[in-house]
C-alpha cells in the first residue's frame, strides 16, 4: 500500500524536545521533496521545514529556525524532524507530504502538544 505515516508526537514541557518521523511504504521518496506542516486548533495549516531530494537544501519558517532540524535517511526511507526547546505555541498536528513528480501525498498526522 502506498501511504506516508507520520509519527512520534506527544506531550511535553516547554523546553522538551520531541523528534517526529515520516515513514514511506510501498514507494521509495528519494526523488521527492518532503516537508513537514503543521494546524493548531482554529488556525490554518502552515509549513514548517521542508527537504529537497537533489542536494538535501533545507528550508525552515522563521520561527524554528535554530530550534528543528530535518533530515533524511535514505536506507529507512525516513524523514525526521528534530524539534528542540519545544513552546507552546509549537503546539499542533503535524503532517508530512511528500513531493515528487508523479506523486502528491499526505501523512496522517502526529500530534505535538507542549504544556507551558
Known amino acids: 500500500e502506498v501511504q506516508l505515516q507520520a509519527s512520534g508526537g506527544g506531550l511535553v514541557q516547554a523546553g522538551g524536545s520531541l523528534r517526529l518521523s515520516c515513514a514511506a511504504s510501498?514507494?521509495?521518496?528519494?526523488?521527492?521533496?518532503v516537508g513537514w506542516w503543521r494546524q493548531a486548533p482554529g488556525k490554518e495549516r502552515e509549513g514548517v521545514s521542508c527537504?529537497?531530494?537533489?542536494?538535501?537544501?533545507?528550508i525552515y519558517q522563521d520561527s524554528v529556525k535554530g530550534r528543528f532540524t530535518i533530515s533524511r535517511d535514505y536506507a529507512k526511507n525516513t524523514v525526521y524532524l528534530q524539534m528542540n526547546n519545544l513552546q507552546p505555541n509549537d503546539t499542533a498536528v503535524y503532517y508530512c507530504h511528500a513531493q515528487g513528480r508523479l506523486r502528491d501525498l499526505w501523512g496522517q498526522g502526529t500530534e505535538v502538544t507542549v504544556s507551558s
Open positions: 510501498g514507494f521509495t521518496f528519494d526523488d521527492h521533496a
Open positions: 527537504i529537497s531530494n537533489s542536494d538535501a537544501t533545507t
